[in-house]
C-alpha cells in the first residue's frame, strides 16, 4: 500500500490565512509548503531519529556559516551548555558575558557551578561593551583592586585562591540580530588565553566586517525556536573549527557515548540533547530559504523604519558600521523616558497590537537577585534599555498593511500619552 501525501493534497502552497489588522501575532514562524512536505517524508520513513536528515543539515548549517562541523541539539540552551562543558569550566570558574540578554546565555555558566561575571553594555547596540569587558578582564586576571566591583555582590568577600586565575572565557551574545564588536573581544582572548563562545542564538545570517556571526569563538551556539529567523520547532546547533570539541560535542549530546563505540559504552557523563529528524528536515527546509527569510525581515523593519524615524519619542533600531550584514531577529524601538512604556504596552493590547519589553535584564531577575544580590542601579545602561525598549510585532511574514496598523496605532497612542502628561505637567 502506497501512502497518500495529505500535504501535496490539502496544502498546495503556503496557507495563507486572510489578512488581520488587529491580533496580528508578536511573531511567526514562516513556513511554506516546501517544509511540509520535508517532515512529512521522514515521518513516512523508519527514522525519527539518528537517520540521514540531521548529517545533512549539519553540513549545510556549518558550510553557511563558514565553519568545519555543525552539532545540533535539541535547543539553543542544550548547546551552550555543552560549549561550556568542552571549556573545561567548572565549579567557581568566571565567564565574562552580558546581563541584557535571554537568560539562557547566563544560565548554562550556572549549570557548571561557575560564576557569571556581568559587564554593562554598549547603549546603542545593547551588546557588551568591548571597554568596559577589557576593563574587567584586567582588573580580575591581575587581581587589581577594581576588580571586586565586576563580581556579584555576594561573592565580593570571597578570598581568592593563591595565584589562580579563575576567569575562563567570555561569552559575547549577538544581540537581536547585531553583531558584537569583535575585534576587541578576539585580542583580549587571545592575550590572556580565554576561550570565546559565541551565543549567536539571535544572529543566523549576520555579519561583521564582512564575516558571518558564529565564526569568530571557538565554538558558537544557533537557535531555532520557531520566532528566530529560521526554525526547527525546538532546537539548536553548535559550531566549531575543532575537530576534538566537535566530537566531543556528539558525545555529551548522546549519553556519553564514544561515537566509535558499542551503543551501550559511556565513557563520559552525557546528555540526551539529540535533534530529532522531524526537526533536522525542517531546519534544512529553512536553511535553504534562508536568504529569503532575512530577506523578508529586513523589509519589515525597513517598513517600520521608515514610519517610525522621525518620531522624537521613539528611538529606531542603530544599526552601527561594522555591522555588514544585520540579520533582524526582532524590532525593539527605544520609547523616550517620558513615556510610560509599561502604559503604551497596555494600551497597544487594548488596539489587538501585542508588544513586549525586551530584555528584562538578567542580573535582576528573581533568581539572580537572590543568590547573587544584585539590585538595581548594578548595570544602568541594560537597565535603561530594559526599561525604555518596546518589541513591536515581527515576523518575515508580516504585511506592510500590519505594519502600517501598528505604527498608526502606535504614534496616536504616544501622542496621546504625550499630551497627558504635559497636562499633568502644567496642572502641577
Ligand atoms: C533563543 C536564545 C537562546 C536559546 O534558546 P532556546 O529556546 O533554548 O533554543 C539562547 N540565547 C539567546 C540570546 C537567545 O535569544
Given at each position: 500500500m502506497t501512502h497518500?501525501?495529505p500535504?501535496s493534497?490539502t496544502?498546495?502552497s503556503a496557507?495563507?490565512?486572510?489578512?488581520?489588522l488587529q491580533?496580528?501575532?508578536?511573531s511567526s514562524p514562516d513556513?511554506?509548503?516546501?517544509?511540509?512536505r520535508s517532515?512529512?517524508e521522514v515521518?513516512?520513513?523508519?527514522?525519527?531519529?539518528?537517520g540521514?536528515?540531521?548529517?545533512?543539515?549539519e553540513?549545510a548549517?556549518?558550510?553557511?556559516i563558514?565553519?568545519?562541523?555543525?552539532?545540533g541539539?535539541?535547543?539553543?540552551t542544550?548547546?551552550l551548555?555543552?560549549?561550556i562543558?568542552?571549556?573545561g569550566?567548572?565549579e567557581?570558574?568566571y565567564?565574562?558575558?552580558?546581563?541584557f540578554?535571554?537568560?539562557?546565555?547566563?544560565?548554562?555558566?550556572?549549570?557548571?557551578?561557575?560564576v557569571?561575571?556581568?559587564?554593562?553594555?554598549?547603549?546603542?547596540t545593547?551588546?557588551i561593551?568591548p571597554d568596559?569587558?577589557a576593563e574587567?578582564v584586567?582588573?580580575?586576571?591581575?587581581?587589581l583592586?577594581g576588580a571586586?566591583c565586576?563580581?556579584?555582590p555576594?561573592?565580593r568577600g570571597r578570598?581568592?585562591?593563591?595565584?589562580?586565575?579563575?576567569?575562563k572565557a567570555?561569552?559575547?551574545?549577538h544581540?537581536?540580530?547585531?553583531?558584537?564588536?569583535?575585534?576587541p573581544?578576539?585580542?583580549?582572548a587571545?592575550?590572556y588565553?580565554l576561550?570565546?563562545?559565541e551565543?549567536?542564538?539571535e544572529a543566523t545570517?549576520?555579519?561583521?566586517?564582512?564575516?558571518?556571526a558564529?565564526?569568530?569563538g571557538?565554538a558558537?551556539v544557533f537557535a531555532f525556536?520557531?520566532n528566530?529567523?529560521?526554525?526547527?520547532?525546538?532546537?539548536g546547533?553548535?559550531?566549531?573549527?575543532?575537530?576534538t570539541w566537535?566530537a566531543?560535542?556528539?558525545?555529551?549530546?548522546n549519553q556519553?557515548?564514544d561515537?566509535?563505540n558499542?551503543w551501550?559504552?559511556?565513557?563520559?557523563?552525557?546528555y540526551?540533547?539529540?535533534m530529532d529528524e522531524?526537526?533536522?528536515?525542517?531546519?534544512?527546509?529553512q536553511?535553504?530559504?534562508?536568504?529569503?527569510?532575512?530577506a523578508?525581515?529586513?523589509?519589515?523593519?525597513e517598513w517600520?523604519n521608515?514610519?517610525?524615524?522621525?518620531?522624537?519619542?521613539i528611538?529606531?533600531?542603530?544599526?552601527?558600521?561594522?555591522t555588514?550584514?544585520m540579520?533582524w531577529?526582532?524590532?525593539?524601538?527605544?520609547?523616550?523616558p517620558?513615556i510610560?512604556?509599561?502604559?503604551?504596552?497596555?494600551?497597544?493590547?487594548?488596539v489587538?497590537?501585542p508588544s513586549r519589553p525586551?530584555?528584562?535584564?538578567?542580573?535582576l531577575?528573581?533568581?539572580?537577585r537572590?543568590?547573587?544580590?544584585?539590585?538595581?542601579?548594578?548595570?544602568?545602561?541594560?537597565?535603561?534599555?530594559?526599561?525604555?525598549?518596546?518589541?513591536?510585532?515581527?515576523?518575515?511574514?508580516?504585511k506592510?498593511?500590519?505594519?502600517d496598523?501598528?505604527?498608526?496605532?502606535?504614534?496616536?497612542?504616544?501622542?496621546?500619552?504625550?499630551?497627558?502628561s504635559?497636562?499633568?505637567?502644567?496642572r502641577?
Amino acid at each position: 500500500m502506497t501512502h497518500e501525501n495529505p500535504v501535496s493534497e490539502t496544502l498546495p502552497s503556503a496557507a495563507v490565512s486572510p489578512l488581520q489588522l488587529q491580533d496580528v501575532p508578536m511573531s511567526s514562524p514562516d513556513i511554506t509548503a516546501v517544509e511540509m512536505r520535508s517532515v512529512y517524508e521522514v515521518l513516512t520513513s523508519p527514522n525519527l531519529s539518528m537517520g540521514s536528515k540531521l548529517p545533512a543539515f549539519e553540513k549545510a548549517f556549518a558550510s553557511y556559516i563558514r565553519m568545519k562541523h555543525g552539532v545540533g541539539v535539541n535547543s539553543g540552551t542544550s548547546g551552550l551548555h555543552l560549549a561550556i562543558i568542552a571549556s573545561g569550566i567548572g565549579e567557581g570558574d568566571y565567564v565574562i558575558t552580558t546581563p541584557f540578554s535571554f537568560i539562557a546565555s547566563a544560565n548554562c555558566i550556572l549549570y557548571e557551578r561557575a560564576v557569571p561575571i556581568f559587564v554593562d553594555v554598549d547603549l546603542r547596540t545593547g551588546n557588551i561593551d568591548p571597554d568596559r569587558t577589557a576593563e574587567a578582564v584586567e582588573q580580575i586576571v591581575h587581581d587589581l583592586p577594581g576588580a571586586k566591583c565586576f563580581l556579584p555582590p555576594k561573592l565580593r568577600g570571597r578570598a581568592r585562591l593563591a595565584g589562580k586565575a579563575p576567569l575562563k572565557a567570555i561569552l559575547p551574545v549577538h544581540t537581536f540580530g547585531q553583531p558584537v564588536d569583535m575585534d576587541p573581544i578576539l585580542a583580549l582572548a587571545e592575550a590572556y588565553d580565554l576561550t570565546i563562545i559565541e551565543d549567536a542564538c539571535e544572529a543566523t545570517g549576520s555579519m561583521y566586517k564582512g564575516r558571518k556571526a558564529g565564526s569568530f569563538g571557538k565554538a558558537a551556539v544557533f537557535a531555532f525556536y520557531p520566532n528566530k529567523q529560521m526554525t526547527t520547532g525546538e532546537g539548536g546547533m553548535l559550531v566549531t573549527d575543532n575537530d576534538t570539541w566537535a566530537a566531543l560535542f556528539r558525545s555529551l549530546r548522546n549519553q556519553g557515548r564514544d561515537e566509535f563505540n558499542a551503543w551501550l559504552n559511556h565513557v563520559r557523563l552525557g546528555y540526551n540533547y539529540r535533534m530529532d529528524e522531524m526537526s533536522a528536515a525542517l531546519g534544512l527546509a529553512q536553511l535553504k530559504r534562508i536568504e529569503e527569510l532575512i530577506a523578508r525581515r529586513a523589509q519589515v523593519a525597513e517598513w517600520y523604519n521608515l514610519r517610525l524615524r522621525s518620531n522624537e519619542l521613539i528611538k529606531i533600531p542603530t544599526v552601527v558600521p561594522t555591522t555588514t550584514r544585520m540579520s533582524w531577529f526582532v524590532y525593539v524601538v527605544r520609547v523616550s523616558p517620558q513615556i510610560d512604556r509599561d502604559g503604551l504596552i497596555r494600551r497597544l493590547k487594548t488596539v489587538g497590537i501585542p508588544s513586549r519589553p525586551y530584555f528584562s535584564p538578567i542580573h535582576l531577575q528573581p533568581f539572580y537577585r537572590e543568590r547573587f544580590g544584585y539590585k538595581p542601579g548594578d548595570f544602568p545602561t541594560a537597565e535603561y534599555l530594559g526599561n525604555h525598549s518596546l518589541a513591536l510585532p515581527f515576523s518575515s511574514v508580516m504585511k506592510e498593511e500590519q505594519v502600517d496598523y501598528v505604527c498608526r496605532q502606535l504614534l496616536r497612542i504616544l501622542a496621546e500619552m504625550a499630551a497627558g502628561s504635559k497636562r499633568v505637567v502644567s496642572r502641577a
